[in-house]
Structures are given as structure tokens and as C-alpha cells.
């Protein structure tokens, strides 16, 4: 039997410590959640996580900003604002299940989704890289708030604003044949 369970990533840290190697880079903010309670500069993590038959299969974490002043751009009269990036980790006996497309469904519809309806007066966006891109590729977010391939050396005017420019032009032009 499959069960999502949804929290704050402080509450959880120690389960997911346990996960070890699975966890690869997010192992570090779990240790620091286990020592410091809080993680810095208003930063949340918010985590769906999957349990198959009552053992912990994977999980989606975003890394939530939407609180985090520093992550608001003015560029040319128009507000961006980064909500954060998206990672996803399943545990290495259970990949390959369909189980990280059922985590990004559900990170985009219970997390994701309520942020980005609570941000319309600004161009909000959310941030996949590497594995994740294919992820939430395929899960309902519309194009224009999602941004990949962030981490560049680019300026923010090419991997921002040309970037989401280009999307909501190619969504304009979809709706015009339809």
C-alpha cells in the first residue's frame, strides 16, 4: 500500500539522515536541521515523502523561499521571485517503480501549485535541475514557472527573463493555433 506524508523537513531530519548515501547532497541540510532546528536566511524545506508498504520509498523536497527577501528581483519594471528548487531522491532499492513520478505529482499539486496561486501578482518561479527537469516536465506546472538549467554562469536577464520570455511566447502561439 502506497501513503504520502507531507511536512516540514525539521520535523523529519533524523528519518531522513538515516536514509545515508540515498540522500547525496540533501544529506547536509538534514544534518544542519539536526543541529541548528532552523535553516538560514528564512529558507524552509517542505517534503512530501512515500512510503510503500510503511517503508520510505523516496521523496520530493523543495527548498521553499518563497520567505526569503534576497530571492526577489526587480529587472526592467517587472518582479521575479525564485520560491525555490526542486529535488527529488528515491532510495536505491526502489528506483526505477514509477515512484518519483508519483512524487512530483504530488509536490506540484500540494506544495508547488498553492504557492505559485498565492504569487500572481509577481512572475514566480520554481527551479528543476539535472533529474528533476524530466520530473515536473511531466507533472501539470505550466512552463513559464518553471526554470531549468539555473545554475549558470549566465546573467540573470539570459537564464530568467529570456528564458520565461520564451516560454510564455511559445504559449502564446499554442494558444493561436488552437
Known amino acids: 500500500m502506497l501513503r504520502f506524508e507531507h511536512c516540514n523537513v525539521k520535523t523529519c531530519a533524523h528519518e531522513l539522515l538515516a536514509l545515508g548515501n540515498d540522500n547525496m547532497k540533501m544529506w547536509y541540510m538534514f544534518d544542519w536541521l539536526t543541529k541548528h532546528d532552523e535553516l538560514r536566511y528564512g529558507i524552509q524545506a517542505e517534503i512530501i515523502k512515500l512510503y510503500a508498504d510503511d ?10 523561499y518563497e520567505a526569503s527577501p534576497d530571492k526577489i528581483v ?6 521575479y521571485q ?3 528548487v526542486i529535488h527529488f531522491v528515491t ?7 514509477g515512484y518519483a513520478t508519483l512524487l512530483a505529482n504530488a509536490l506540484y499539486k500540494d506544495i508547488i501549485e498553492p504557492m505559485l496561486a498565492r504569487h500572481r501578482d509577481v512572475h514566480a518561479y520554481v527551479v528543476a535541475t539535472g533529474r528533476a527537469v524530466p ?10 514557472n518553471l526554470l ?3 545554475y549558470s554562469e549566465v546573467s540573470f536577464q539570459v ?3 529570456d528564458y520565461l ?5 511559445s504559449l502564446k502561439r499554442l494558444d493561436l493555433v488552437i
Open 55 to 64: 517503508q520510505l520509498v523516496g521523496y520530493g523536497l523543495l527548498e521553499n
Open 74 to 79: 526587480h529587472h526592467q519594471s517587472i518582479t
Open 82 to 84: 525564485d520560491l525555490g
Open 91 to 97: 532510495v536505491h532499492k526502489h528506483r526505477n517503480k
Open 135 to 144: 520530473l515536473m516536465e511531466r507533472t501539470d506546472i505550466p512552463s513559464i
Open 148 to 150: 531549468k538549467q539555473f
Open 159 to 161: 537564464k530568467v527573463v
Open 165 to 169: 520570455r520564451t516560454q510564455q511566447e
